[in-house]
């Protein structure tokens, strides 16, 4: 066994213990990727810009279930927009393991735009959002660790609860 791993390059040995490591904490939090939605429109899910991954606005919809549809405030609490929020990083996860293969690959999730689906006079919008930003600081743990905006509106498309876009930075 030590002659197999003296063998390996040290890079490469680093790699492949690095590749399993989101992937586990994943499994470890009980949490299932869902499959990667379809643009609705004339726009892609992510795109990349050198070490850049721009991700579009991700919408909740746990695997294999239904968007998670209301406003915050009337139809929802805002427990059940945490919860939205929570369905929405694992969205924007799953858009990232497709666009760069590899979870493990993510340098830095540099920042976080969350829209929440509320009545007027709604002012908690940071708390719907923290389940998106700490399902992420679960996940990556200090490189999970993210600038963010979470903003109130009176209708998202579909009329899902929570709609976020995120910028991630990846290794070379």
Do not use: W
């Not at 003296?6 to 213990?17: E, N």
């Not at 990083?89 to 590899?102: I, N, P, R, W, Y």
């Not at 829209?115 to 490189?143: E, H, L, M, R, Y």
């Not at 993210?146 to 070379?172: C, D, F, K, Y």
Request: glycine residues 10%; aromatic residues 4%; contains cysteine.
């Amino acid at each position: 066994m030590m002659s197999l791993i003296r063998m390996i390059k040290p890079q490469t040995l680093a790699t492949a213990v690095r590749n399993v490591h989101v992937e586990r904490k994943l499994k470890e939090l009980g949490y299932t990727l869902p499959a990667v939605a379809e643009p609705k429109g004339n726009y892609r899910t992510s795109v990349r810009s050198g070490n850049t991954i721009y991700l579009a606005g991700h919408l909740p919809q746990p695997a294999g279930g239904d968007l998670i549809l209301g406003k915050i405030g009337k139809d929802l609490t805002p427990e059940q927009g945490y919860n939205a929020a929570h369905y929405v990083a694992l969205s924007l996860m799953a858009t990232l393991k497709q666009e760069v293969g590899d979870l493990d690959k993510i340098k830095r999730v540099v920042k976080l735009v969350g829209f929440v689906n509320c009545v007027d006079g709604f002012s908690q919008q940071p708390v719907v959002i923290n389940g998106a930003s700490d399902t992420i600081g679960k996940v990556f743990g200090d490189k999970g660790i993210h600038a963010r905006s979470a903003v109130g509106t009176n209708a998202l498309p579909l009329n899902v609860a929570v709609e976020i876009e995120a910028i991630v930075e990846i290794e070379e």
